[in-house]
């Protein structure tokens, strides 16, 4: 930590030295940056002395909230007894070991195995070649194509990315990479209310582009659909009651995997330990990290299904792939301690039957604000649709698609952290929030929301 160097020296320095990801780097100013210094529970601290809400725990992951000593003290541990070991050729060591049982019994009951990686798009560049791999090692090589969804997020590295159906990431360093299809996303406020369906119907009409692409490319030559079970970064896109269920008679119909992208909607986010559980979906596949140490290290994985495990287990058979740090005993660490306090506070439950309740119900009402024409929320995180469509917004910011971010920074201002996509504002806070916090948090919203209209 440097100590005696000025909040703005940091930000010049940050400015010479530091590509940031995600960033515009030619228009973000030195002073615009914010040095985020300190964080305890819901709170950060900037070194301009300000205190702000962190609405997003930090990019969705911190769920038991920011400064758990009971985390750091697993982790120093850990790292005073073994800082490191591989997991590769015949070595493993006990905090996988702790990590990999948890993570089994959290895990639906067909699965119990874990590969680990270093994030989420390291865990879904591994599911990328641990479905083909599958498919190959079951004689059926030609099975190669993995279906995914528009506005969907899954990573950035080059498998991540155009499993991802992020145009403007596609539209950088030559992706996607072949043999992946995107179909429609399940988004209702912003493409399927100008369809003429009622919500219901186009929540079918979306589970079924799934079937027709199985149908174009042909069953015998898919692998896989991979989704978020709410697509995040793309908006919190909550899809209708009916899109679920339709996607899983396809699926059961049909001998194609089903990888749910738990980055995000794991760990309890929806209220459920997993998103597929909150919508009664059996996946073979579970990409994992974020929740999975509040991110208070950096750490992901894959939950593998029986099936696929037993074809793995082969004699013969090596899966080449794996990370240095795939099992790191500092990482394993972190997560052993935070499931620990996931499940004594339980956290997952008070995202379903108390907190989260609460807080629904305070986001719903921001729908009365008339900048808003939409307020959804599943378990601990939504999107207010800040309404583009109205005359009146568009000449206030001059153009569409800019109102997420004005917003965006008015929110910071008034000293909460929420983020923007297109002309929404995203909201994921820690799931220790408490009721007071959540009354601060809405009216830090709702004071935005005026400031910007
Ligand atoms: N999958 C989902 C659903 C995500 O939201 C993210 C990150 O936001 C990722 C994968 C990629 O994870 P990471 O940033 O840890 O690589």
Redesign the pocket.
Known sequence: MRVNVSSHDLKVSDHKHHLHPFTEHGALGIDERRVISRADGVWLWDTDGNRIMDGMAG??CVNVGHGRQEIVEAVRAQMSELSYYNTFFKTTHPPVIELSQMLSDLAPEHINMVFYAG????A?DTILRLVRSYWALKGQPGKNVVISRKNA????TMA?ASLGGMGAMHSQGGLPIPDIHHIDQPYWFGEGMMTGMSEDEFGLWAARELERAIEEIGEENVAAFIA?PIQ??GGVIVPPATYWPEVKRILEARDILFVS?E??CGFGRTGEWFGSGYYDMKPDLM?I??GLTSGYLPM?GVLVSDEIAEVLHNEGVEFFHGYTYSGHPACCAAAIANLTIIKREGLVERVRDQIGPYFQERWKALEDHPMVGQARMVGMFGALELVPDENDLKKRFDNVGKVGTITRDHSFANGLVMRAVRDSLIISPPLSITEEEIDVLIASARKTLDAAW
Do not use: F, M
């Open positions: 990019l969705w994030s989420g798009s390291e879904n997020y899954h990573g950035s991540g978020e995040g970064a992208d980055v995000i990409a990290a974020k992901g």
